[in-house]
């Protein structure tokens, strides 16, 4: 028989219509969330148990957000927007909005088809103002550019397609402008040389380069232009005529002002500042360990080692190494592998020595808690863990006694710091209200602990108004703060403009350092507690942070060329106050001149920071918010008239005392996807297809349809699912009808109908480990439609448990580190005439080694077995998504309905054809090198841009057998010398690319056991 249209079903992955997948991580719903949602003019906030506070914060911040928006896009919204806030990350990334957990890099996200925003509280409400009026962004420009409503969206995405630097940088423009860390990243990037092309954007730069060329394009041409560009995007549908009809050039000219203007903001920065390694020695490379993150310097008591985190292994892991020449100590702690090590909290970091240097401590995500892990230095062991249930638990800091450890926790949307008695388990709060208390530090005499706090003149407990609000105080200017262990009394040591954070104790505890941004940058002071004295110690290119200080060393981390990397410097003392002058950037003179028209001329920052007073004036900081001063404080706008009834009135969503209507959660299924097509024929009568999915707004409820109608129901294809998603126990529902057909080499079309259902749970440990099971009833009828005639009839039921872990990490084209394994037990039991009767076992592991960042070596093991009557059959040979297939006989064998629907293809065996060995057991080996083949290649004629393309040695090895054949890896000829057996064995090259909507690869093998000329394999898909 030959095949006229074959469209390939392996039945045992229906029950993916239930959400079963073969490999992948899992998101986990530790928490029955209880939810609720407050409503303003504009959006729906949810929220859930003790949120209230959080959602009311975001409701305000919201409003004023949309209201700086609305004017600068000069677009009024025509729907609501959903925000859904979680009270810290750990619940954040129990998300079912988006079916992918997110990483803890990931503040916040924007789904585009309902225009969801969904967004985590972390403990600092500057933020998650920031946060807000990102996504925000999101959201209004998503409504702009592409309307409101699925089908609007998908058809407004699939004419404009906008690049992620005008994306991202857009909503890092419109809530930031620009600030001291953006700076910090720019001026690096134009110092070191690594500062991309607009069409060459990648990564963080994304983020603020994108955000850096709207700063430059409202500088030149006044902020009014950013509006005019998008509309003229819109009107025209390309970026590129958009910024033609809006500033009389395209990408590639902007790209090419926008280089030159950097260089004349950034470059006589070389002239009055230093590089770290000019005045600190560097006990870190990125550069050379290929990675990006060296940080959380802590130094041990005696001052000769230091922990501190990486993520050198690709996962961020704690390292100990030498404070003095930095060697190398070895890895106390490998994280992002196992549940009690989840998370190490690499944005807000902190490691703690004991102080009899036997222990450290540092917190961890642990399932759905943060947890305080006590580890055993010289056992790298893990003694002790603290769950004290909180939302989120950062920074902690060793008490000089021993017994007790200081933290910042945060609970309820309150970030507090607490102190943990090592005895007896129990914390208490040392401050107690709605401010930002972080990054603690206990003096080394034990008496006080140093913190960064948002409070401003807010020092004494009775001088807080009880219905004080956050989003009314000067939230977005941190200072650093002291309290009293004992008496728990605060003293305010800074108050300034500026922005200090990490502050560190002298060894006589009657000094602090911290990072300070003065003249906009990011530079060490020294605080002497006892004269109210600071000065500079540092006058550095790119910003420090996070120093340590331990006798007569002082370490930090310090941003510089592209990533953070740990430096000590000695005898810090040794720098006297005016012995370091600093001189301000080029963006600090500009503001401080007025020469940024359009930012909102603020009060004139005092140049010394002095020791704290109260006061009830509010000192503007106008280098992290420059937006009015309505917006920043949360104060709405007054409501102008509504387009539609679809916006509220505040007597609908306040009551009389002016506080939020709280509303009860209720299920509701609105679109997330709708596509179709429908037409008449007079021979085929009605025909269409159609796509639908629907869920409910928080994700936990989805129902999938989908059907493909040809002549009637017996001809067509159509399916439903449902999946329950709320709780961790994952559950699904599906029923199936699929219609095939096959033309024979007689001329007469035959039709197999598969129709069944299908039930799936799930159950995960973790992040990486799940036990999965599926049951799935099927039909399958096989007729001969030219003459009517039944040929073939199954009726099975099959079970498939399944063992899964996968702790991989992905580059361009395929996994580049970590292990992933699947392990199944897929049963077919007798049910009667038409049934089958077989028990399989299968087993899919695979590892990954990663060598010098591009350079990977992957081994992928698979074997199996399947036993009873009808055992099931394995085909060796070819590899996944074959474009130029062949087959060992010629055409695809689809005359066994048992062989086409209940049969297992094992791949990839290359230098082999599809059903090259054919039996009931196997095994497959697959060893592939993997490297990078060509970073990047331009071509004149056709004008194509290739990047990244990936090159690959391999040797794949397998072979399948029935029960009743002799296996044979080698066999003896008759002259004595030893050959292949029954064992394919391909060796080859290839070539790997990302292509953005598909990965092409191109593998040329040879077969080793049988010789003869290479074969290609063109083919479509990830590596394995």
Same mark, same amino acid.
């Given at each position: 028989m030959r095949k006229c249209f074959f469209s390939l079903l392996i039945i045992l992955s229906l029950p993916a219509l239930a959400a079963g997948q073969y490999f992948g991580?899992?998101?986990?719903?530790?928490?029955?969330?209880?939810?609720?949602?407050?409503?303003?003019?504009?959006?729906?906030?949810?929220?859930?148990?003790?949120?209230?506070?959080?959602?009311?914060?975001?409701?305000?911040?919201?409003?004023?957000?949309?209201?700086?928006?609305?004017?600068?896009?000069?677009?009024?919204?025509?729907?609501?927007?959903?925000?859904?806030?979680?009270? &810290?990350?750990?619940?954040?990334?129990?998300?079912?909005?988006?079916?992918?957990?997110?990483?803890?890099?990931?503040?916040?996200?924007?789904?585009?088809?309902?225009?969801?925003?969904?967004?985590?509280?972390?403990?600092?409400?500057?933020?998650?103002?920031?946060?807000?009026?990102?996504?925000?962004?999101?959201?209004?420009?998503?409504?702009?550019?592409?309307?409101? %409503?699925?089908?609007?969206?998908?058809?407004?995405?699939?004419?404009?397609?906008?690049?992620?630097?005008?994306?991202?940088?857009?909503?890092?423009?419109?809530?930031?402008?620009?600030?001291?860390?953006?700076?910090?990243?720019?001026?690096?990037?134009?110092?070191?040389?690594?500062?991309?092309?607009?069409?060459?954007?990648?990564?963080?730069?994304?983020?603020?380069?994108?955000?850096?060329?709207?700063?430059?394009?409202?500088?030149?041409?006044?902020?009014?232009?950013?509006?005019?560009?998008?509309?003229?995007?819109?009107?025209?549908?390309?970026?590129?005529?958009?910024?033609?009809?809006?500033? &009389?050039?395209?990408?590639?000219?902007?790209?090419? =002002?926008?280089?030159?203007?950097?260089?004349?903001?950034?470059?006589?920065?070389?002239?009055?500042?230093?590089?770290?390694?000019?005045?600190?020695?560097?006990?870190?490379?990125?550069?050379?360990?290929?990675?990006?993150?060296? #940080?959380?310097?802590?130094?041990?008591?005696?001052?000769?080692?230091?922990?501190?985190?990486?993520?050198?292994?690709?996962?961020?892991?704690?390292?100990?190494?030498?404070?003095?020449?930095?060697? *190398?100590?070895?890895?106390?702690?490998? %994280?992002?592998? #196992?549940?009690?090590?989840?998370?190490?909290?690499?944005?807000?970091?902190?490691?703690?020595?004991?102080?009899?240097?036997?222990?450290?401590?540092?917190?961890?995500?642990?399932?759905?808690?943060?947890?305080?892990?006590?580890?055993?230095?010289?056992? =790298?062991?893990?003694?002790? #863990?603290?769950?004290?249930?909180?939302?989120?638990?950062?920074?902690? #800091?060793?008490?000089?006694? %021993?017994?007790?450890?200081?933290?910042?926790?945060?609970?309820?949307?309150?970030?507090?710091?607490?102190?943990?008695?090592?005895?007896?388990?129990?914390?208490?709060?040392?401050?107690?209200?709605?401010?930002?208390?972080?990054?603690?530090?206990?003096?080394?005499?034990?008496?006080?602990?140093?913190?960064?706090?948002?409070?401003?003149?807010?020092?004494?407990?009775?001088?807080?108004?009880?219905?004080?609000?956050?989003?009314?105080?000067?939230?977005?200017?941190?200072?650093?703060?002291?309290?009293?262990?004992?008496?728990?009394?605060?003293?305010?040591?800074?108050?300034?403009?500026?922005?200090?954070?990490?502050?560190?104790?002298?060894?006589? *505890?009657?000094?602090?350092?911290?990072?300070?941004?003065?003249?906009?940058?990011?530079?060490?002071?020294?605080?002497?507690?006892?004269?109210?004295?600071?000065?500079?110690?540092?006058?550095?290119?790119?910003?420090?942070?996070?120093?340590?200080?331990?006798?007569? =060393?002082?370490?930090?981390?310090?941003?510089?060329? %592209?990533?953070?990397?740990?430096?000590?410097?000695?005898?810090?003392?040794?720098?006297?106050?005016?012995?370091?002058?600093?001189?301000?950037?080029n963006f600090i003179c500009k503001l401080k001149t007025g020469k940024l028209f359009w930012v909102k001329k603020p009060h004139r920052p005092s140049t010394k920071i002095t020791a704290a007073k109260s006061s009830d004036s509010t000192k503007v900081d106008y280098r992290h918010y420059i937006f009015g001063r309505e917006f920043r404080e949360g104060h709405v706008t007054p409501p102008r008239k509504k387009l539609t009834s679809i916006f509220l009135d505040s007597t609908q969503y306040k009551l009389p005392s002016g506080k939020y209507r709280v509303n009860k959660y209720k299920i509701r299924f609105t679109p997330d996807l709708i596509y179709g097509s429908a037409g008449y024929d007079q021979f085929f009568g009605v025909q269409g297809s159609m796509v639908l999915a629907i869920s409910d707004i928080l994700g936990n409820h989805r129902i999938n349809m989908y059907y493909d109608l040809f002549y009637d129901l017996r001809n067509s294809n159509y399916s439903v699912s449902y999946l329950y998603l709320p709780r961790r126990l994952d559950l699904g529902i599906g029923l199936f009808h699929f219609a095939n057909f096959y033309l024979t080499d007689f001329g007469t079309i035959i039709r197999d109908r598969n129709y069944g259902g299908s039930v799936y749970a799930a159950w995960p440990f973790d992040r990486w480990r799940r036990v999965s099971l599926s049951l799935i009833y099927l039909n399958i009828d096989r007729r001969d439609i030219t003459w009517d005639w039944p040929l073939y009839t199954r009726r099975v039921l099959i079970g498939n448990l399944e063992w899964v872990k996968d702790t991989t990490i992905w580059g361009y084209t395929g996994p580049t580190n970590g292990n992933r394994y699947n392990l199944s037990l897929i049963a077919s039991p007798y049910i009667g005439t038409n049934s089958l009767d077989f028990r399989t076992i299968r087993l899919d592991w695979r590892k990954y080694y990663k060598f010098y960042t591009e350079y990977n070596f992957a081994i992928r093991v698979a074997a199996g077995a399947s036993f009873g009557k009808n055992p099931q059959k394995f085909f060796l040979g070819g590899i996944d998504n074959w474009i130029n297939y062949h087959t060992k006989d010629g055409g695809l064998r689809i005359d066994d309905v048992d062989e086409v629907y209940f049969s297992s293809w094992e791949m990839p065996l290359r230098g082999a054809n599809y059903y090259e060995q054919t039996g009931t057991r196997f095994f497959l080996t697959n060893l592939e090198f993997r490297f990078p083949l060509i970073r990047t290649l331009v071509m004149g004629i056709p004008p194509i841009l290739l990047q990244h393309v990936r090159g690959a040695l391999f040797c794949d090895i397998g072979s399948a057998w029935y029960e009743n054949e002799k296996f044979q890896f080698f066999k003896q000829t008759a002259a004595g010398s030893l050959q292949f057996g029954n064992v394919i064995v391909g060796l080859g090259i290839g070539a790997r690319v990302n292509l953005g909507m598909i990965i092409f690869r191109y593998d040329l093998a040879w077969r080793a056991d049988t010789g003869g000329k290479p074969r290609s394999y063109f083919s479509l898909g990830t590596e394995f």
């Open positions: 991580k899992n998101s986990v719903q530790y928490t029955n969330f209880d939810w609720r949602y407050i409503q303003s003019e504009h959006f729906d906030i949810y929220f859930y148990t003790n949120g209230e506070r959080i959602a009311e914060f975001v409701a305000d911040i919201a409003e004023s957000s949309y209201q700086e928006l609305r004017n600068d896009f000069r677009y009024d919204l025509t729907d609501r927007i959903t925000i859904i806030i979680y009270k &810290g990350h750990n619940d954040f990334e129990q998300t079912n909005v988006a079916l992918s957990t997110p990483e803890e890099s990931v503040g916040g996200f924007t789904e585009i088809f309902k225009n969801r925003v969904v967004i985590p509280f972390e403990g600092n409400y500057e933020q998650l103002r920031h946060v807000v009026h990102h996504e925000l962004t999101h959201a209004v420009m998503f409504q702009m550019l592409y309307g409101a %409503g699925v089908q609007s969206i998908i058809m407004g995405m699939m004419r404009l397609q906008l690049p992620l630097w005008l994306v991202e940088g857009l909503a890092e423009y419109e809530s930031l402008r620009w600030d001291t860390e953006s700076d910090m990243y720019i001026r690096d990037a134009a110092l070191n040389g690594y500062l991309p092309s607009i069409d060459r954007m990648y990564g963080f730069m994304w983020y603020k380069g994108g955000q850096h060329i709207l700063y430059y394009l409202a500088e030149k041409y006044g902020p009014q232009k950013i509006g005019e560009i998008l509309g003229k995007i819109k009107i025209t549908k390309s970026l590129e005529r958009g910024l033609k009809h809006a500033i &009389g050039i395209n990408s590639k000219e902007l790209s090419e =002002r926008w280089h030159k203007y950097v260089k004349k903001q950034y470059w006589p920065d070389i002239a009055n500042r230093q590089e770290p390694e000019d005045f600190a020695k560097k006990l870190t490379d990125h550069l050379k360990t290929k990675n990006f993150v060296n #940080t959380s310097p802590a130094l041990s008591p005696k001052g000769d080692k230091i922990a501190y985190l990486s993520n050198k292994s690709d996962y961020f892991d704690i390292y100990l190494m030498s404070a003095i020449d930095g060697k *190398s100590l070895g890895c106390l702690v490998k %994280g992002q592998r #196992t549940m009690n090590l989840e998370e190490l909290h690499w944005l807000k970091p902190g490691i703690s020595w004991s102080p009899d240097e036997k222990y450290i401590a540092f917190a961890a995500k642990k399932g759905p808690d943060d947890v305080l892990h006590i580890l055993n230095v010289k056992k =790298r062991k893990i003694v002790k #863990t603290f769950n004290l249930g909180l939302n989120g638990l950062f920074s902690p #800091t060793w008490s000089p006694h %021993g017994d007790e450890i200081a933290f910042c926790g945060v609970l309820n949307g309150q970030s507090d710091i607490y102190i943990l008695n090592l005895n007896t388990g129990k914390s208490r709060k040392i401050t107690n209200d709605i401010f930002s208390d972080i990054q603690p530090a206990w003096s080394p005499d034990g008496k006080f602990i140093a913190f960064v706090s948002d409070r401003g003149h807010y020092i004494n407990p009775e001088d807080i108004p009880a219905n004080l609000k956050i989003q009314h105080t000067n939230y977005h200017n941190p200072d650093i703060y002291i309290v009293d262990v004992t008496t728990q009394k605060i003293r305010r040591i800074t108050q300034t403009e500026f922005k200090e954070s990490y502050p560190a104790w002298s060894p006589k *505890s009657d000094k602090l350092v911290f990072s300070c941004d003065k003249n906009g940058i990011f530079n060490l002071f020294i605080y002497d507690l006892k004269t109210a004295q600071q000065y500079p110690i540092t006058n550095v290119l790119t910003g420090i942070f996070q120093p340590s200080w331990v006798k007569n =060393r002082l370490v930090f981390t310090c941003f510089y060329y %592209g990533g953070y990397d740990i430096y000590v410097m000695k005898n810090p003392l040794d720098i006297k106050p005016g012995d370091i002058k600093l001189t301000d950037t």
